[in-house]
């Protein structure tokens, strides 16, 4: 027989232990809730990278596989008008289906209701508006491939209206993660990739070019001044100043080219990267965080700050190569 004193004790001990289960109960669905895959929605499926993004996301078993997240639904889209769009979106489209086993749905509002976050990798930057005055309804992130738009005024009313949504977003290159981000005692850098026009792009580094010039973002950071760009044969030159003196360069070779970079530090060290990392690996990782926390990677300055600067290049290219200052439109915040 068990004395009182005997059976309190155990019954506060049975208390504690029952208690401490629960905590660690709770825990463990907290943790494991969190753990759990994000759902993401592709809208327009016109884009290589809807390929990519899933085959990155969804095969554990891919060397460049990032976890954390899933592709679980697309909404085809794509532009009839847009040979870029219509001539690739079949072949892409039955990828993601037969390979993926990708379901696609009929509307947005489907897209909303499976996703926790949507993916815009749509090619056509005339459909922008268009399409995002849908995915905003959903009140989810929102990654937008490059480019953010055709042209700066483009780029700069994408901004607004999902500023005034009150919408996270964000938009980028994969180029912006193929080397070692803001590095330390930077002077100056080279960057270099392919020039290709593709037509329906009115500013017509937004496609391509764009890639080398986030490159060179990434390694310099924000705060150019003025730029000049030059063409010679199959080559253009795009030199940038900053408002702290340092100078990068991009160079753009016609139709194709390997990227690459050099990045010059205090004291007349150079450091060459002739074969930058172009796996979307490192992008994607950066998708599922932001889906995650709504903390975009990339300020949406820096954004405009990269169109800024291509529609300057633009305009310097039909001055002759004259400096052209660069003009940041500013946002005023809802």
Known sequence: ???AKTCSQQTRSLRKAFVL??????????????????????????SSHAVEFTRILNDPSAMDHVAGAKIVVAYRGGSPTLPFSRDRIVKFTETLQKTWSIPFVP???????????ILVLSVDTSARMRELGEAVKCKKPIFIDKPLGGTLADALQ???????QHIPWFSTSSLRYGHEQRPANVVGAETWGPGKYIEGFPLDLTYYGIHSIESLFSIM??????????RVKDTDVITAIWTDGRMGTVRLIHPESTYGAVIF?????????????????????EIVKFARTSKPPVSERETLEIFAVMDAAQQSLQKNGAFVQVVVPEIKKP
């Open 1 to 3: 027989m068990f004395s």
């Open 107 to 117: 509307s947005m509002v489907d897209l909303c209701t499976q996703s926790d976050a």
């Open 21 to 46: 289960t629960a905590v660690l109960l709770a825990y463990v669905r907290s943790d494991a809730a969190h753990a759990q895959d994000l759902k993401l929605g592709i809208l327009g499926t016109d």
């Open 158 to 164: 994408v901004a607004k209206f999902l500023d005034e």
């Open 221 to 230: 950071g924000p705060g150019v001044q003025q730029v000049a760009r030059t």
């Open 265 to 285: 530090r205090e004291g007349g060290h150079a450091e060459p990267n002739n074969n930058l990392q172009v796996g979307y690996g490192p992008l994607v990782t």
